[in-house]
């Protein structure tokens, strides 16, 4: 079996599963946001199933935007005192959920996970059956524990060799994208001995990524450098799985990281609609954001610290740069990152979803461009649908913003990535 027949199998309590099967799984994790209780008029559960397998994350407009998302955070507040929950992630002690949960330990290797948000396939990077469900869904699972699945094909992903300075996640999610198209209905597994070079936050960034082309989950294995950034974050045993020697694979498929460069993603939609950075250089953007659940990460910002040192922003492009959470927030400022791009221009939000999904914090307007690091650029995305969003790594973003149009990070670095 692969990764994720092997969690799945375990989860409904089978010996094991294959493609096209329908399962019934116990969900170890249950992952609450702020838009459970800002939307719809559904009444919430008088019980739940298990308040310690139960988490609350205020992440999509936090601070409160409006009055209406006011009273989603004041209910979400009441709820988890009134069930027991003690895994409630306040304004304060907040972050964009999926970086919460590799964060804190709500990500755990061999199990299965579910949130209320298109991106939970991210915690798939710590070996994690996760996947993003609808309101109603995430209700009943609420009370019942459990949900099902129907287990998809999956596709496996051997990486080779090493990431070229400059080339890091989302330049190699985004080569994928380009080659490969859509992967609706279909699993992603990564692995191949190029993985033991590439840093957790990559494999993160990959994993989040994933439901840009549709797929079901995307899984990758426990290895040392997993191990590494899981220890000390989870209180509780856990057991990884490993894909079978013998598994059964859609398509297996070789990514020889040696030859990648920066990719950006053209605007509207990611599958089959990337290129290298150098057929849209010169493209100008009004705007550059460096954040979201995908690339609000730690390295993120160092990096973009580091191509901007002793540089600025361009006076017609505005940097706008959100971490990840408040933990991200706090180490960034500890090592300075923070002020080297405040004195190059850039400024900083919460840690929110805001600008990721054109809600505040950075919306976009009629007739301007915008290079992101954060996630998604359909049409109106992050602001006006007059608008076009371009995807790329946080450097890319970084040196795009130092000269006003899409530009080669390459060129900026000081140091090896």
């Avoid at 096209?20 to 994790?29: E, L, P």
């Avoid at 250089?281 to 901007?308: M, P, Y």
Wanted: proline share 5%; net charge neutral; hydrophobic share 40%.
């Amino acid at each position: 079996m692969t990764m994720i027949e092997k969690i799945l199998a375990r989860a409904s309590g089978r010996a094991e599963v294959k493609a096209g099967d329908i399962v019934v799984c116990h969900v170890d994790s249950i992952v609450l946001l702020d838009m459970l209780f800002t939307s719809g008029t559904d009444p919430l559960p008088k019980r739940v199933c298990d308040p310690e397998r139960i988490s609350v994350v205020l992440d999509h407009g936090v601070p409160s935007p409006t009055i209406y998302d006011s009273i989603g955070h004041s209910k979400a507040r009441a709820f988890a005192k009134q069930h027991g929950i003690r895994q409630f992630y306040d304004v304060g002690n907040h972050g964009i959920c999926h970086q919460v949960m590799l964060e804190e330990g709500l990500a755990v290797p061999g199990t299965v996970l579910a949130c209320m948000d298109s991106h939970t396939c991210a915690s798939g990077a710590l070996n994690c059956a996760a996947r993003g469900l609808g309101r109603i869904e995430m209700l009943q699972i609420l009370c019942k524990g459990e949900t099902w699945y129907k287990v998809g094909p999956t596709v496996r992903y051997v990486l080779k060799g090493r990431r070229p300075s400059g080339v890091y996640g989302k330049d190699i999610f985004l080569a994928i994208a380009g080659r490969y198209g859509d992967a609706a209905n279909e699993n992603q597994e990564f692995g191949g001995p190029g993985l033991a070079g590439l840093p957790f936050d990559d494999r993160a960034t990959i994993a989040t990524m994933a439901a840009e082309v549709s797929a079901e989950f995307c899984t990758f294995p426990i290895d040392q450098v997993a191990r590494e950034y899981l220890r000390g974050r989870i209180r509780r045993d856990w057991t990884p799985v490993e894909s079978d020697a013998d598994a059964s694979y859609l398509d297996v498929r070789e990514i020889d990281l040696d030859q990648l460069e920066p990719w950006v993603s053209r605007p509207d939609f990611v599958p089959n609609n990337t290129a290298p950075v150098g057929k849209l250089e010169g493209t100008t953007v009004q705007q550059a954001f460096i954040g979201s659940c995908a690339n609000g990460k730690l390295e993120d910002i160092r990096t973009a610290a580091e191509i901007l040192r002793g540089r600025r922003v361009h006076p017609d492009t505005r940097l706008i740069v959100t971490p990840a959470s408040q933990k991200v927030h706090l180490e960034a400022a500890r090592r300075g990152y923070i002020e080297t791009l405040i004195e190059a221009g850039a400024t900083f939000t919460s840690s929110t979803c805001g600008a990721c999904f054109g809600y505040h914090m950075g919306v976009v307007g009629p007739g301007e461009r915008c290079i992101t690091s954060s996630t998604r650029n359909f049409k109106g995305r992050m602001g006006s649908p007059d608008s076009e969003v371009y995807i790329a790594s946080s450097a890319t973003v970084a040196a795009s913003a130092i000269e006003g149009r899409i530009a080669d990070p390459r060129k900026y670095l000081r140091t090896a990535a």
